[in-house]
Structures are given as structure tokens and as C-alpha cells.
């Protein structure tokens, strides 16, 4: 390797650069009276150009430094001039573990190398080393392959006997096929463990992790089983394959003690790699249990890797083979060095997992539970979104109010046998006629913020609601916008909220929409009718507007759905279009019962991978008995 760029030593250098958050990072490797730098990140002239720099006394063998001058000078040295204050390295050395340079990393501010960041410093450099490694292989392979050409052309020269040639050849082309396997084992080695490394990062979700895990060992090992197995208190659970079904995931079988004698209980306990190289050894050194799990998913030879977290031992991963598999020094190494991108990986996607059960738990307990309502009937329906790291602000609320003599008071009109349009008196303002409270809302975000927010703003619209007797859903909007200027509470978003009162014979709906998708109201004939007329959505930006307010007339028979964007809203899609799907659905099955409706709702419109949460609320007003 000469002093010029490298492409593969400077995908070294940028890791460890991404990895450590670091302003450098360089591959510097030893030769004669200088140190060539075939990789490196941030570093500029005149090292980005002449990629050389003088050689210190020794090469690093693992130097760590909270500040430059150190036991060795580092990166001070021979990198004067850069302001660096912290830097670590780690040896980049061949396969007799001799040392041929460092992969470092440097910072300009004081840097607290913490253990992780040393142990992925160190993966790093073992597979820099694996590459390093390859490429002199590869050129052994090559002087091999000459050689045996040399060998083939000599015995020509010297008229040898054919069985000689022969047998110098032979020797030369094994020599040369050995080299050839110890190189591409190498390469994959190499290649496996960047992957793990830059495949793990973006994962979101134990469920995830699994996947990726599956899919990155396939093509380099070729295991036939990758599981994945977490601790919980005394036992380990072993994850679920969510695209492949395997019997001792499932049921029962996935939880087992610690304390059992299979081989990954095993590893976890000891803290080390547990290798069974082949069946006969499972026989021999486990239990019936032991034989039966392995028989079951077919395998005949497994390892089993302890994930240490930053707490203790958080669970084992497990590769199976279907065929007889040991283990040699080269591939435990490698394997251990995976072992360490899985644990954090791990460790992440339980804590991104936990997050969403505790905003999940709290948007379910947001949900109201509907109350029992004569003349009424209705039905509510909260779907997450299909996309497991996702959790989201929308909210649906709907409770009884207290019935003041003044409620809802609006120019009276004749009654009519459909919804468009129709008003009548309330012949009878009594405190025995059904009185409710409806809202359906979205919080913008997909985090545990929104769910949080949408919290707030529901108990906040809840009590302006109380707070205003008598006064229509435009006054308590404009009161919750009031508190959250107020307060201030940065709640952005869209809603529909709206009065529904029995007024003997129809029940009549009030209601305000601040930029929510349109309700949709099923006349008794059929008709299908887009509740289209809104205002502003929510929003700190927009200030105090006037909030408009609508009222209907809902004559028995009538059935009013309301619903958050998640189920009419796709990349790609016209949103109008989705709207009238969802009304010739509800035209379609309106006879059905109401969660049966909502349920064939989600099912022809939003589909099993909706992008967003779904909240959908129906009312239907019943039909009046003949007496």
C-alpha cells in the first residue's frame, strides 16, 4: 500500500469518524522512516494531499489520551497544528498479529473515551486488519499461482517426466486455492462486520433487529436459523420471527429458565461464545430438552453469542446450521465482534420499544369509553399504525353533559325527512333528553410528544366544554386555544368538535371543525352527504380566529361517522378520492352493525399497512318504536 488514497481505508477512517463523533480519523500505517495514510476523514491539507507524516518512536498498541502529548505523542506528532486534544487508536495488525499501524481517531475538544466507543474503535480496527489481511493474501495467492506457472514451465525446459510436472503443478495450485479460500473467507468476514455494523444503526424495534439479523448473516454464513433470545428477569424469551414461523418461538416453548441446560442459556450464564459443533457434541453434553429444541428447528450445529448491554447480559443470539458446523479462531473472532453491534442495537430497540408501550398505554387510556345512550347507538374503533415505532396523537372523546334550558337554541326551521339542511324548534328543552359531548381529533406528530399533547388538549377542551354551559362547540375551541396560547401549550393540529342533542324525534348536531377530514352523514335514504364546511386547524401560529359552527338535524335512521386522516389519507392518493370511497362503503354497509361497519371501513380504505393512526367513531340514531 503506497502514500495515496485508499477507497476501502477511507470507508475505515469515515466510520470511525460517523461512529465516535469525531472531526478526525485516519488509518496510518507503518513504513520506511514514515507513516503512509491511506485513509482519512476531516483531516485537511497538507495531509489530505501528500498522505504522509513523520513515523513516532513505536506503533499504537492502544493509546488513549484525554489530551495531547500522552505516554506516546499520537496524533500530536505527526499531526501538529490541528488543535487535536483527545485521541484514541487501536492496532491495525497482520495475521500473526504483528502491528502494522492504528486506526485512530481524534478530537479537538476534551473527549471522555468511553467503553463502547473503545470497543467499537477496536471492531473497527479488527476489520480494517481483516482487509489489510485479504489483500496480502491475495497477493500470496498470486506468487503462489506464479509459481506454479514457474514450476510447469521449468519442468518443459528440463524435460522432466510428465508426473513431476504434474505433481509441482498440483502442489502450486493448492498452495494458490488455499490462498484463494483464506481470501474470500477474509473478505466476507470483513465485509460482514461493516455490515452489522452500518445495517443495525437505523433499526427500530426488537421486531426489526431480528429481521436485519436474519437477512445480514444469510448470504456471508449461511446459517439456516438466526434467533434472537431476550432476558426477563430468571428466563429468556426468545423474539419472534415476524415473517418466519419457527414452533419453539411460539407458545410456551419461547420462554425458558437460565438456569436450563440449552446451549444459549449456557452462554448467557458463562458470559462466552458456546459453540456445538455438530450434533453427536449436543447429544453428548446437553439434555434430552437441549436435543429436542435443536431436532425441532432442524439444526445439527449452533452457536450461541452473550449480548452484554451497558446493564449486564441482556440476551444470547443464536446461528444454526442444518449441517455440521465448527467453529475456527478467525470466525469466533469475527463473531464476537458482532456480538458487540447486536447488544447495542438490542439495548436500543428495547428502549425505542418500551417508549412506544408506555405513549401506546397512554393514548389507549386517553380513549373514552362510551357511554350508554338512549335513542343512540354507537361504536369507536382506535387502530396504531401498521409501522410498530409509530404512535401518534389522535384521540376520539364522547360523554354526556348536563342539559341547561338554553342549549343549542338556533333559528327554527321546518323539519324535513333527510339531513341536508334541516333545522326544527326543540319542542322540549328537559334534562331527561340525551345530551353529548363528541370530539375526534389528530395531534400532528408520530411521537410520544404528541400523545402527550393530545393528553392535554383533551382534558383542556373537556373543561371548557363544562365550563361554558349552554354555549355551542365554536365557544369551547376558542376557549382551549385561549389556554394554550396562555399557558403556553404548542398544540398544533386538526379536530372536529361537536354537540348532539335528542330533541324528541331527531336529534339535532351542532359542530365545529378546525381543518379535520370531513364527517360523513348517511341520510335514512341512502344519501351520503360531506359535513365539508371548516375553519383553521390548531396551530400557536395562527393566533385567534373566529371558529365557525354548523348544525344539522339527524332524523332516526341517520348514521354520522367520524375519522382521522390515517384512514382516507395515502403517498399517492387523492385524498377526495379516499373520502368517497369511505362514503360509498358506508352507503354499502349501513345495515350492519356499527363495529362491524368500522371494521370493513379500515379493511376496503385504509388497508393492513396504514402509514398512520386510525380513529374512526360512528353514531346511529335509532329508529323510534310504533306503539
Known sequence: MSAAADIGMERFARLVSSSLRVPFAAVSLAAVGMRILPGLAGLPEPWAGRRSAPRTAAPFRHVVSGHAGGPEAGADAFFPGLGVVSYAAMPVTDASGRILGSLCAMDTEPHDWSAVELRDLCDLAQACSSEIQLRIVSRHARLAQGQAEQARHEAEAEGESAERERAAAERARGAAQSYGRQARLAQDHAELLLRVSEELTPSAG????????????????????????????????????????????????????????????????????????????????????????????????????????????????????????????????????????????????????????????????????????????????????????????????????????????????????????????????????????????????????????????????????????????????????????????????????????????????????????????????????????????????????????????????????????????????????SIDRAAATLRTHAGRPLAELLQTLVAEIAGPTAGDDIVLLALRIKEQKRL
Open 206 to 577: 426488537v421486531e426489526d433487529v431480528r429481521r436485519r439479523l436474519r437477512d445480514l448473516f444469510a448470504a456471508t454464513l449461511k446459517p439456516c436459523y438466526v434467533g434472537l433470545s431476550l432476558v426477563e428477569d430468571s428466563t429468556l424469551r426468545r423474539v419472534a420471527d415476524p415473517e418466519r414461523p419457527y414452533a419453539p418461538e411460539e407458545g410456551d416453548e419461547a420462554v425458558y429458565a437460565q438456569s436450563s441446560d440449552l446451549p444459549s442459556a449456557r452462554a448467557l450464564r458463562e458470559r462466552r461464545v458456546v459453540s456445538v459443533p455438530d450434533r453427536e457434541t449436543l447429544v453428548a453434553e446437553y439434555s434430552a430438552d437441549a436435543v429436542a429444541a435443536g431436532d425441532s428447528l432442524g439444526l445439527r450445529a449452533a452457536v450461541c453469542l452473550p449480548l452484554a448491554g451497558t446493564r449486564g447480559q441482556i440476551g444470547v443470539l443464536v446461528l444454526g446450521w442444518d449441517s455440521d458446523h465448527p467453529v475456527d479462531v478467525q470466525e469466533r473472532a469475527v463473531l464476537t465482534s458482532i456480538s458487540g453491534y447486536v447488544a447495542q442495537a438490542v439495548e436500543r430497540a428495547v428502549f425505542l420499544d418500551e417508549r412506544i408501550t408506555v405513549a401506546r398505554q397512554l393514548q389507549s387510556a386517553m380513549l373514552t369509553e362510551l357511554p350508554d345512550t338512549p335513542g343512540l347507538d354507537s361504536a369507536a374503533l382506535y387502530l396504531p399504525a401498521a409501522a410498530a415505532d409509530m404512535v401518534g396523537g389522535d384521540w376520539y372523546d364522547i360523554f354526556h353533559l348536563p342539559d341547561p334550558p338554553t342549549a343549542f337554541a338556533v333559528p327554527p326551521e321546518p323539519p324535513s325527512s333527510g339531513v341536508a339542511g334541516a333545522h326544527s324548534p326543540d319542542p322540549v328543552d328537559s334534562p331527561s333528553r340525551s345530551s353529548l359531548a363528541v370530539t375526534v381529533g389528530d395531534i400532528t406528530g408520530h411521537d410520544m410528544h404528541a400523545a402527550t399533547i393530545m393528553g392535554q388538549v383533551r382534558s383542556m377542551l373537556r373543561q371548557a366544554v363544562f365550563d361554558h354551559p349552554g354555549q355551542g362547540p365554536a365557544v369551547a375551541l376558542t376557549a382551549l386555544e385561549r389556554a394554550c396560547a396562555t399557558l403556553p401549550i404548542t398544540a398544533s393540529g386538526t379536530l372536529v368538535h361537536a354537540r348532539l342533542r335528542d330533541t324528541g324525534g331527531f336529534w339535532r348536531l351542532v359542530w365545529s371543525n378546525a381543518g379535520h377530514p370531513p364527517p360523513l352523514l348517511l341520510a335514512p335514504d341512502g344519501e351520503v352527504v360531506r359535513l365539508d364546511r371548516h375553519g383553521v386547524m390548531l396551530h400557536p401560529g395562527l393566533g385567534l380566529v373566529p371558529r365557525p359552527e354548523e348544525v344539522r338535524d339527524l332524523a332516526p335512521g341517520s348514521v354520522l361517522l367520524l375519522y382521522t386522516d390515517g384512514l382516507v389519507e395515502r403517498p399517492g392518493d387523492d385524498i377526495d378520492d
